[in-house]
């Protein structure tokens, strides 16, 4: 048998991530199971957007809960893993992830119950509990800006315990994530105003203008960290790692630039 093929193989890979989840942190593993949980709900909704055949477009379209518990639950995935490169105390990474956990429930809760009642989630203030709504999902907001921007904070001390090349990824990745959030920020603040100065419609159009580079930013933090994780798993030497990773982080760069470049002009 070739084990230099299967030690790298897609074998291999499971097996090194399923003992790095057995060796997490408590509050890491239930924030893995949480995001799961959260992945299952927005695969749920998609069999329902594919049954009734339902638009994918629009406030009310059964895309919303799909792509929210899709994304909401591989984001606090990713958090929870890429904190684990940060040097925190315990007791302060435990309260960062369960804020972080509680933010991303409540989101794609009151997404879900929105899309059940028929009615959009965002920017909807037609009555006092959907206005009510619309406010809670924007502090939910303002609670996972405020945890990303203390982690992105605290990635910035000095942790000689972790290579070069992934301490990198994971600032950039934070900073992008920070940026994307900004971005999401931004939409719900016009789609707020617009719905308050009641041009409701105009609300889901103009809140809807950054969608593209708000995605885009998001996932930075996925992408840059596990480049670096799976270069780790090669003979490359870090200074080449680094390299590799400093070229990813300046190309994602400009692919977010040029992402909000085209939002704004189009």
């Known amino acids: 048998m070739d084990t230099s093929t299967t030690s790298s193989g897609p074998r291999a890979a499971v097996a090194r991530l399923l003992t790095a989840a057995k060796a997490a942190r408590p509050v890491e593993r239930v924030c893995y199971a ?123 001390r000095r942790s000689p315990a972790r290579a070069p090349s992934m301490r990198l990824a994971v600032r950039a990745g934070l900073v992008s994530l920070d940026v994307g959030l900004l971005l999401g920020a931004v939409m719900i603040a016009t789609g707020i105003s617009r719905a308050m100065s009641g041009d409701q419609q105009s609300a889901y159009v103009v809140g809807g203008e950054l969608k593209l580079a708000h995605g885009v930013a998001l996932h930075g933090v996925l992408v840059l960290p596990a480049l670096a994780w799976l270069l780790s798993r090669t003979d490359r030497e870090e200074t080449q790692r680094f390299r590799l990773v400093l070229l990813a982080v300046v190309g994602y760069a400009v692919l977010c630039a040029a992402a909000i470049v085209w939002t704004a002009t189009r």
């Open 34 to 156: 949480i995001g799961l949980l959260l992945i299952a709900a927005g695969l749920f909704h998609l069999a329902v957007l594919l049954i009734t055949g339902d638009t994918w477009i629009g406030p009310v379209s059964w895309r919303k809960p799909m792509t929210f518990g899709l994304s909401f639950g591989l984001t606090l995935i990713t958090i929870a893993w890429v904190a684990s490169y940060v040097r925190l105390a315990e007791r302060t990474r435990a309260w960062l992830l369960g804020l972080f956990a509680a933010a991303c429930v409540l989101e794609v809760s009151l997404i879900t119950l929105q899309a059940w009642r028929r009615v959009p989630s965002h920017f909807n203030l037609s009555t006092p509990f959907d206005a009510v709504i619309a406010r809670v999902l924007a502090v939910g907001g303002a609670v996972l800006i405020a945890v990303i921007a203390i982690l992105t904070v605290a990635s910035f």
